[in-house]
């Protein structure tokens, strides 16, 4: 077993998978040979992931922002994962609230509910009053779950050094993936990052061009009284989006549903957090989007946030233009722009893969295409051909797939292109002029003006180094190492072979002339070494796999 310190965790883990029948994992925890990768089923591999406890739970949440790793069965049956666990006990809770507030209890809360609204894998959630009448909400690390995460962290990394060892660990990089995982699972117990995180989002949305921010809520972090343990925020009283009657509610005044209203703010929310601000609120699931008692929608939980540099919002806006257009090579395009592997990719194989996808949605209006299932799909796509994508792609799709699943279930009439042209058509704008439309013009008139002073100058040097014949040029093409060794197999094989045939020739000559018995013993040591050889080339042609 690797991993001594951790034996009886192993042990447990075994025995569930055992339990469970994932026949290709027992044999890597035992050191059995288990060179090709065998996953459970996507329920079987929920069930195990519940057996082991509330850290893989966690994980198994984290694996289903993934679709660059798995498949859309796989991503469907992991989002159904609940963290829920029975709560921990008030005694336990309050030593952890003493041990993180500066001032005692009582002087900071004039009540706390010791029965908690939620409880997680990593903390639970209790109502409370500070002593200045102010309602806040606590979020409380479960005690001693730092010392779980980090051996479960351990056994993580010792399963991917093994998975490593395989062609499907290098292929995949494993090991990179799993340290990727663990930061993730290390830094969820960490309430500051996730304060701080709240409070980014909440600057961001207080401001905008394309709905109203006093619409949108996130809560206020106390961070007076928060710590990497306990998290201290303005409580939000409201209800789970999807659970509100809205045959009572009239946001307008006018008798108008507000289901439609509700569901423009949400897009137009969540696309200048993904396309104009990059960073977005990553898990917008039913349970983390309220309405409040005052008609407002509050954004809750923001634990999980993506990240997008300019460039990677520029491609992805492109992208949902080319699929709007079904622009199949387009698509392979901007994919290629995407891809952090440098592996070779066969672009035609790429794009008949994209045109079998798309073709699918040439007889459907747009309204009826679910473009949070286009996006799953591009990324299958990519995996197929070995194209790795960055982790924020797997965010990307899970938020504008939860985005959609909630605003679909909210008003089944939802046109998304309706909902985003006007937002595309924004975004093309500002990635064109900026949002400062006469700064772009100023800065692009200075680059012309250096452009227009640098250039006598370049082409003057490269004149000069063309009529001096010191011109040199740097060519790196891919592939050609490969082809390098192949024409030399190639061209040793042939030496071989013509030397087989002259041994064999001179062979028969001598045999033909021979007149002593030393000519005779000489033509059978030529015939002897024409048939080792040639008998080593065939075996090293079988080999190699290329006979045909």
């Known amino acids: 077993m690797f991993l001594t310190q951790t034996v009886p965790r192993q042990r447990e883990i075994l025995e569930v998978l055992l339990r469970n029948g994932w026949e290709y994992m027992r044999r890597l925890l035992t050191g059995g040979k288990a060179d090709e990768p065998q996953l459970p089923t996507p329920a079987v591999l929920k069930n195990i992931l519940v057996d082991l406890g509330p850290v893989y739970i966690k994980l198994g949440q984290l694996l289903s922002t993934r679709p660059d790793l798995l498949n859309a069965s796989y991503i469907e049956e992991l989002s159904t994962l609940q963290d829920e666990v029975p709560p921990v006990p008030w005694s336990d809770v309050e030593l952890v609230i003493r041990q ?13 509910n010791p029965e908690p609204i939620a409880a997680g894998s990593i903390a639970q959630i209790h109502r409370a009053t500070l002593t200045g009448g102010k309602e806040v909400a606590l979020k409380i690390q479960r005690p001693g779950i ?99 009657n809205f045959d009572t509610i009239n946001i307008d005044g006018d008798g108008s549903a507000p289901q439609k209203a509700i569901t423009s703010l949400l897009f137009r929310a969540f696309f200048q957090q993904i396309y104009v601000n990059g960073f977005f609120h990553a898990d917008p699931h039913p349970g983390n989007i309220f309405y409040l008692q005052d008609g407002r929608i509050a954004l809750l939980d923001c634990g999980m946030v993506g990240r997008l540099d300019p460039r990677t919002q520029q491609i992805l806006t492109e992208m949902l233009l080319a699929i709007v257009d079904l622009d199949v ?97 924004d975004l093309v704008r500002r990635q064109i002029l900026g949002n400062s439309p006469l700064r772009s013009l100023l800065r692009t008139v200075l680059d012309l003006k250096s452009l227009s002073l640098q250039s006598p100058r370049q082409v003057e040097l490269l004149l000069d180094r063309v009529t001096s014949e010191t011109l040199q040029w740097n060519l790196s093409i891919r592939g050609l190492d490969n082809l390098r060794r192949t024409m030399d197999d190639a061209a040793n094989r042939l030496s071989f072979s013509i030397l087989v045939g002259s041994l064999i020739m001179g062979a028969a000559i001598i045999s033909s002339n021979a007149r002593t018995a030393q000519l005779l013993f000489v033509s059978n040591i030529l015939f002897a070494a024409a048939s080792l050889l040639g008998l080593w080339l065939i075996i090293s042609i079988l080999r190699s796999g290329r006979l045909n």
């Not at 991917?160 to 830094?187: M, P």
């Not at 592996?343 to 007889?363: G, H, T």
């Open 100 to 112: 993180q507030l500066a001032t005692s209890i009582s002087e900071t809360f004039t009540t706390i």
């Open 329 to 425: 090579q387009r698509c392979a395009q901007l994919t290629l722009q995407l891809a952090t592997s440098s592996q070779p990719v066969v672009l035609s194989r790429l794009e008949n893969d994209y045109d079998r996808m798309l073709r699918r949605y040439y007889n459907l209006s747009l309204s009826q295409m679910n473009f949070a299932q286009v996006i799953y799909e591009i990324l299958q796509i990519a995996r197929n051909n070995k194209i790795r994508l960055p982790s924020n792609m797997g965010l990307y799709a899970k938020t504008l797939a939860n985005l959609e699943g909630v605003a679909r279930t909210l008003n089944p009439e939802l046109n998304f292109i309706d909902e985003i042209q006007p937002l595309i058509t």
């Open 146 to 244: 730092d010392i779980t995460v980090a051996k479960d962290i351990a056994l993580i990394q010792g399963i991917a050094d093994l998975v490593a060892r395989t062609e499907f660990g290098q292929n995949y990089e494993i090991k990179s993936i799993a340290e990727e995982f663990c930061q993730a699972l290390a830094a969820e117990l960490d309430f500051t990052r996730e304060a701080g995180f709240t409070d980014q989002l909440r600057r961001n949305l207080s401001h905008s061009a394309w709905f109203d921010p006093q619409q949108i809520v996130v809560a206020e972090i106390d961070w007076n009284l928060s710590s990497p343990k306990l998290l201290v925020m303005e409580w939000l009283d409201g209800t789970p989006l999807l659970s509100v």
